[in-house]
């Protein structure tokens, strides 16, 4: 599903999305992180706009 990962060691440095691909599909994980779950950007507002608890959004890679 990611466009592009880049590498450092065996670690994901970064991931970048095919946002074309991803338009009709607001939450998903891919193959290289098994951790952590992404979503689009219109996915993350409205959890924001219902003040909805639980869910901890990140740009940053190391943090979950």
Same mark, same amino acid.
């Given at each position: 599903?990611?466009?592009? &990962? ?5 670690? =994901?440095?970064? =991931?970048?999305?095919?946002?074309? @691909?991803? @338009?009709? =599909? ?8 098994? &951790?952590? =779950? /992404? ?10 706009a219902s ?7 990140? @740009?940053?890679?190391?943090? /979950?």
């Open positions: 599903m990611p466009g592009s &990962v880049t590498r450092d060691d065996d670690l =994901i440095s970064a =991931i970048e999305f095919d946002e074309d @691909k991803l @338009k009709e =599909i607001p939450v998903f994980r891919t193959k290289e992180s098994s &951790v952590s =779950i /992404y979503c689009a950007e219109a996915f993350k507002e409205m959890v924001e003040s909805l608890d639980g869910l901890f959004f990140s @740009k940053n890679l190391t943090q /979950y």
